[in-house]
């Protein structure tokens, strides 16, 4: 199957500070990326949908000035956690579908401990 | 609108047992069925897929049959084993909705 990377898969950062998380697809273009959040124990919640190019369309009550995502390359998203809180900490996870593929493929999660 | 009921966890199994997650959804048009699973620490992976009524997804001794009639998506292995132990998630997909609607998600247990 299709491969999708997240760098870094860890990261601790001190409140207030930004944070950048990458997502790319591998072997394939990424026309739609997804991102998540994984709070232990629960489900997958969709913060946000982005289209290559385009401005991302955020779920309801996700906060698009704090998370910041970009979506500039077809193999390419960012999401940028602005003034990280403690309560930010959570497992985020990035999904990636091409043009004609009906099936998502996720990378493997970042990890954020906001201290 | 679209949804997922998966049946609650933990699901505790010794290794060789029968393993059943029941899947129901309800969804508008004709959605794609999916079964993902998440080892720990780690993010998701497609385990199997169907497209169409009827259709049986299979991967590593697992299956899922697209049941139409009764809006199922149950996913079964006839043994499991100690290293098949993570969360798995079901899921639906409709182009109209453009996105994936996830279950809660299964916690399975095996135990040797």
């Known amino acids: 199957g299709a491969v999708v990377s997240q760098h870094p898969s860890r990261v601790i950062c001190k409140s207030g500070t930004s944070v950048k998380i990458e997502c790319r697809s591998l072997?394939?273009?990424?026309?739609?990326m997804f991102w998540y959040r994984q709070f232990p124990k629960q489900s997958l919640m969709l913060m946000a949908t982005s289209n290559e190019g385009s401005k991302a369309t955020y779920e309801q009550g996700v906060e698009k000035d704090k998370f910041l995502i970009n979506h500039a390359s077809l193999t390419l998203s960012t999401l940028t956690v602005t003034s990280a809180h403690p309560e930010d900490s959570s497992f985020y996870i990035c999904s990636a579908r091409g043009g004609t593929m009906e099936t998502q493929y996720f990378g493997p999660g970042t990890r954020l401990l906001v201290l | 609108g679209d949804s997922v009921t998966q049946m609650e966890g933990p699901v505790t199994l010794s290794e060789e047992a029968f393993l059943t997650i029941n899947c129901t959804y309800t969804a508008t048009g004709y959605p794609s069925l999916f079964w993902y699973v998440q080892y720990p620490g780690e993010g998701l992976q497609l385990l199997l897929k169907a497209t169409k009524a009827d259709d049986k997804g299979s991967n590593k001794g697992f299956e899922a049959t697209y049941r139409k009639e009764t809006t199922s998506f149950h996913l079964e292995k006839g043994s499991v084993q100690v290293s098949d132990s993570a969360v798995y998630f079901c899921?639906?997909?409709?182009?109209?909705?453009?996105?994936?609607?996830f279950g809660t998600g299964t916690q399975l247990k095996v135990e040797l």
């Open positions: 899921a639906l997909f409709t182009g109209g909705g453009n996105k994936l609607t």
């Open positions: 072997d394939f273009q990424a026309t739609t």
